[in-house]
């Protein structure tokens, strides 16, 4: 069966340090691999997707970039964090068939101090 | 763009009752989605449906896929404390890879 691993689950970090969130999935072979931002317990917001190795698509202008290095891996990064970035990370992956659902980590828990 | 419209945003209940949540969407969606996010934790996937008619059960929760394509319902029979958590309902984009859309979800509270 396919699993989803992401971590750290909490992460407390000074404005103007760098970040890196890491999701791995298995079980799956070329998934599509996504990272979304949850504000205030609600209202996921689609920041990076990605459907193959060193293929990332951005959904909205911001501090973070992604990077998938490997098929089964997918990173989020930031060389300098602000106030704004605090939030609930998910990553979340699908097969890539048309409709398919997405599956989702149990998310990281930014804080930006 | 397209956007999911969810009722109610909250709703406060005693155990035993019955819910009934809804999303809709001024576009036509090919898929509705169901998850439960508890907190501290990433959605689960309750319920998904495929066509336009569909009503699909998972124990004793039902949800329906609207005949227009643009809504679709979500019902919890006889509800428990477990049932506590945001329900959210999603829907694929027509266009792009396989991304989906949220609706800003239902949180639901429940009082022994």
């Known amino acids: 069966s396919q699993t989803i691993h992401q971590w750290p689950a909490t992460l407390v970090q000074p404005v103007g340090s760098p970040l890196s969130l890491e999701c791995t999935v298995e079980g799956t072979s070329n998934p599509n691999l996504y990272w979304y931002r949850q504000a205030a317990g609600r209202g996921l917001q689609l920041l990076f997707y990605?459907?193959?190795?060193?293929?990332i698509s951005s959904e909205v202008p911001q501090n973070l970039s992604a990077s998938r290095p490997q098929d089964r891996q997918f990173i989020l990064s930031s060389k300098k964090l602000l106030l704004s970035d605090s939030g609930f990370y998910l990553c979340a992956w699908s097969t890539g068939f048309r409709n398919s659902p997405l599956h989702f980590g149990n998310g990281t828990r930014l804080t930006v101090t | 763009g397209q956007q999911l419209n969810q009722s109610p945003q909250s709703m406060f209940i005693q155990e035993g009752e019955d819910v009934s949540m809804n999303c809709t969407s001024s576009?036509?969606?090919?898929?509705w989605l169901w998850y439960k996010q508890e907190p501290g934790e990433g959605p689960v996937l309750l319920i998904a449906?495929?066509?336009?008619?569909e009503l699909t059960s998972n124990g004793r929760l039902t949800a329906q896929f609207g005949i227009t394509r643009k809504d679709s319902f979500l019902n919890i029979s006889a509800s428990i404390p477990s049932d506590v958590g945001i329900y959210f309902c999603a829907g694929p984009l027509i266009q792009g890879a396989q991304k989906l859309v949220f609706g800003q979800g239902t949180r639901l509270t429940i009082n022994p």
């Open positions: 990605s459907v193959g190795i060193g293929q």
């Open positions: 576009s036509i969606f090919n898929t």
């Open positions: 449906l495929y066509k336009a008619g």
